[in-house]
């Protein structure tokens, strides 16, 4: 299956009765009440009609060109880039070029050097010639900002795979780490589930140093081209950099003397983790990063293209492929399926979707068909643990996590299924294994438990994102308001979550989103969790988060905030009104029982007049996040699932859980 373009509408109508209407008006004069019910109707048909006939929900997922660019770059390696996929990726890379020559990782941010690098590439393959204006002005750029020497680890990868950097002049990844106990720091599960999928096939591909024929010269984006790589010095050797300076030192002196019997044996312990983990439609971990690596990793073992890991590898990668009107071809990183359906259930239950809705009891019944009833990487940590959870995506048995598995069992929960007993059997699986993922702290992260180190963080290799997988606030808070809808709320487990996500807010009264933008986010998730756990709304932590909301609000009665909140504390709550940031503001408001405050009047107003007649809202900025600044997300149904979710709540008065039941 090729996913399509956002759009589609169908009929339905929400039940609204015994709406209560405030006095409130919006704009134009019209009763917020009508207005907020109007829009909430329109939103419902809208998503409805986007329902697929199995019953999930999936909206695109968008990210930046280096997908699309290192997908050329993985079929030029294997020797299988045609000419109609290379003018299809092309045309999406220079259609996100920005007037100066750049590309950014996310709507309205900076042009970022290895993003601009490496669709420069990109272009190079698909014919660009490099005296063109719009080729011109990027390498100008990359040159100003210090050329490829400058770029991130991962994209000089991608450069030495064709001799357009030296191996020698990138950090070691012995593959031998493969062996390392998971007590031993710095072992492959000592990273966090995306950077361990993507770290064990580098290990074969640093060991092998492959290099293919380069179609062209990229003198052009070196400062010097005859110094492409100037030396660094190094660091102090008391500090952490010069720590792992020095022991990349010590692995480089390693490969010259490292048993040829232990490192093939190394590589091909690997391999087989490699294909131990590939999932039924041919991926690795739903994500598409972890597959192009694996798939380079395993042809350099020997497996050819006509392999069936291969070829189902290769086919998994066509999956990931949106094919827009113009003909440009984007790659998403991932898909969402799971975590959109969830969310669709709750918004259509919340809006007033009767439990029983065809529409619903679908979602249901795909959403149980999805759980994972098998050990993953989890189980390293958490041996006894029997399985429960729900993946992000279609197809990944391998990680399940916390994150979808609270909000799949909230979306069950909605729904009035005709058996209960197959619901109830679910959500029992389900939250005993998401207690069993508790950390240390009290709290959860989102794929392991306890995948706390610090150390991974400091490699030389780890210059990418977030390698890690500590707890954080926004997770913890989806636990904590399942747990309390499903009768924990005094459970000794939610009390210790509910103690931690106390402690962890910020003075200004906000909590930092690790899964979504920003402060506004972990605000909008942790506040309606903390009230289902029986804050009251005059607790001084609701109170504070109230008045920090208010303080952010925008003139045009919207929220929202930029990614760069993540590096710059000014922009904390700050930024263009976006549908699902107002959303977020909201559900945490009427949480805290300002239903009848001008702060959500004036959000619920926004949500109304900038609806579209389909019942859609338009969202251009990315509001998700994958790597705090490194990685951004703009996931497409988010501008259609949340605004929903904060308009039923507004008309109906609170959220539907336990109706279904």
């Known amino acids: 299956m090729t996913a399509t373009t956002d759009g589609g509408a169908g009929p339905a109508t929400a039940t609204t009765a015994g709406v209560h209407r405030t006095a409130a008006t919006t704009a ?28 999930w929900w999936k909206g695109d997922l968008e990210t930046n060109v280096t997908m699309d660019a290192e997908d050329l770059l993985l079929r030029q390696f294997l020797g299988i880039r045609d000419e109609a996929t290379t003018e299809a990726a092309a045309l999406f890379v220079r259609g996100e070029q920005r007037e100066d020559g750049t590309w950014a990782t996310f709507h309205g941010g900076p042009g970022d050097l290895s993003a601009t690098i490496e669709a420069y590439v990109a ?90 024929p380069a179609p062209f010269a990229l003198d052009e984006l070196h400062t010097d081209p005859r110094r492409p790589s100037p030396p660094r010095p190094l660091a102090p050797a008391n500090t952490w950099d010069g720590l792992f300076q020095r022991l990349d030192g010590a692995l480089r002196r390693y ?32 994500i598409q990063p972890p597959a192009v690596y694996s798939l380079i990793a395993l042809h350099l073992l020997g497996y050819d293209l006509g392999h069936p890991v291969m070829r189902a590898g290769l086919d998994s990668l066509d999956r990931f492929t949106v094919r827009r009107d113009d003909g440009a071809r984007m790659v998403e990183a991932c898909q969402s399926p799971v975590w959109d359906t969830c969310l669709a259930t709750v918004a259509l239950a919340d809006a007033g979707l009767p439990p029983d809705h065809p529409a619903l009891v679908r979602a249901a019944d795909w959403l149980l068909a999805e759980q994972v009833v098998r050990p993953g990487d ?67 992260a989102a794929f392991d ?6 150390l991974p963080n400091r490699l030389p290799f780890c210059d990418f994102g977030e390698v890690i997988d500590p707890p954080s606030a926004d997770v913890t808070a989806h636990v904590v308001e ?44 942790v506040v309606p969790a903390l009230t289902a756990a029986g804050l009251p709304a005059a607790h001084p932590a609701i109170r504070r988060a109230v008045a920090w909301l208010e303080s952010v609000q925008n003139d045009d009665g919207g929220w929202g905030e930029d990614l760069r ?52 809202w338009d969202e251009p900025y990315f509001t998700g996040t994958g790597f705090p600044w490194d990685f951004s997300i703009n996931y497409h149904l988010y501008r259609q699932v949340f605004p929903l979710t904060a308009l039923g709540r507004y008309v109906r008065g609170g959220p539907a859980v336990g109706e279904g039941r």
């Open 28 to 55: 134009a004069g019209t009763d917020l009440g009508t207005a907020a019910e109007t829009a909430m109707r329109r939103s419902v048909d809208h998503l409805l009609g986007r329902q697929d006939a199995e019953g």
């Open 123 to 212: 272009l190079r393959l698909a014919g660009d010639a490099p005296d063109a204006p719009h080729m011109a002005r990027a390498a100008a750029w990359v040159r100003g900002h210090g050329g490829i020497a400058a770029s991130r680890v991962f994209t000089r990868i991608w450069l030495a795979l064709f001799g357009w950097w030296r191996w020698e002049d990138l950090p070691e990844l012995p593959p031998e780490m493969i062996y390392l106990p998971p007590w031993f720091p710095l072992n492959v599960y000592a990273f966090g589930q995306w950077a361990r999928q993507t770290i064990v096939p580098l290990t074969v591909v640093s060991a092998k140093r492959p290099v293919r």
């Open 255 to 286: 490969r010259r003397i490292a048993p040829r019997a232990l490192r093939r044996a190394a590589m091909n312990a690997a391999g087989r983790w490699i294909v131990e983990r590939q999932e039924n439609d041919g991926c690795w971990g739903g």
């Open 378 to 444: 989890w189980a390293v940590r958490r041996p006894g643990l029997p399985p429960g959870g729900w993946a992000f995506e279609f197809h990944n048995d391998t990680y399940p996590d916390i994150d979808d598995t609270a909000e799949v069992v909230l979306a069950l929960r909605r729904v009035r299924h005709p058996d209960p007993a197959r619901v109830d059997a679910a959500v029992e699986r389900g939250v005993r294994w998401t207690l069993g993922m508790q950390c240390r702290d009290g709290a959860w």
């Open 449 to 454: 438990a306890d995948n706390t180190s610090r």
């Open 482 to 525: 399942m747990l309390a809808h499903e009768g924990r709320a005094h459970d000794p487990r939610t009390r210790r979550g509910v103690a931690w996500l106390l402690a962890e807010q910020d003075p200004r009264g906000s909590w930092f989103g690790r899964w979504g933008v920003n402060h506004v986010y972990g605000t909008g998730s």
């Open 565 to 616: 909140s993540y590096r710059d504390e000014g922009w904390i709550g700050r930024g263009a009104s976006t549908a699902s940031q107002t959303a977020w503001a909201l559900l945490a408001l009427l949480a805290a029982g300002e239903r009848d405050s001008a702060a959500v009047g004036r959000g619920v107003a926004w949500l109304a007049r900038t609806q579209r007649e389909d019942g859609s």
